[in-house]
């Protein structure tokens, strides 16, 4: 497989794990910027292999021995690398979010007909249980009101988490809301229909999502706590064998995943 992101926080914890399963890595990619351009995944202390990290302008090269092309980078880089990497024919496992939607219908547009992949906002198994179990949610009576709370690391730069926006777009269909509040200030009280998404960026937290169920009498909270970035890692690799063993193009889910382990 080849990992772009390489030298990010998912991208070399990905390798790591990678390595620890027995995958063999033979491609790496990083930003044209990045100070390890040029130095191996040995020089840049990220494992004990002699891959050579390259910009995206390498990319042919960085995925001439792949099977797999697995991505935690950046929209921009997503909407100009996924396209090339489709055209190699490489599958393809993604991860990255904070697209607009012109981006992702773009990429779509020049994936889902090429090669099969598998994009997802959270590869974290739990997270992709907790999606499986907020449909469910449509059985509660009207009067109970959903909230969503998300923390991660302050450098994350897109909010609310992808991960809290699947979970809104999830509770909006079985619920019915029609509007979003990301934050209250002053006299805003809850209007009918608005669900609410909060998002907190402090320290160096991996990840937490908390759905907050509120009737009239009772309260529900359900939360899921990312300890390491390992958990996303161990999630991607199902993907990638999952993916590996795909031969139809289109675009897949986690759920297509978990569907076939």
Partial sequence: MCV?????????????EAVARGFRIVGAVAAKEDPNINRTLREAGICDLDVRI?????????????????????PEAEAANLPVVADLGKKIVMGTTGFTDEQMRKIKDAVSSRVPAVFSPNYAIGVNIL??????????????????VEIHHSGKRDAPSGTAKKIGEIISEVRGYTSISYGREGLNA??????????????GVPGVHEIIIAGPYEMIRIEHTAFSRSVFAQ???????????QERPGIYSMDDVLGGL
């Fill in 131 to 148: 999606f499986r179990l907020l449909r469910m949610m449509k059985v509660f009576p009207a009067g109970y009101d959903f909230s969503i």
């Fill in 235 to 245: 999630g991607a690799l199902y993907a990638v064998e999952w993916v590996y063993k």
């Fill in 4 to 16: 772009a992101g390489a030298t990010g926080r998912m991208g070399s914890t990905l390798i790591r």
């Fill in 190 to 203: 809850r209007k009918p229909g608005e669900l609410e998404i909060l998002a907190v960026r402090a320290g």
């Fill in 54 to 74: 390259v910009d995206p302008l390498r990319i042919p090269e960085a995925v001439k021995d792949a099977d797999v092309y697995v991505s935690f980078t950046t």
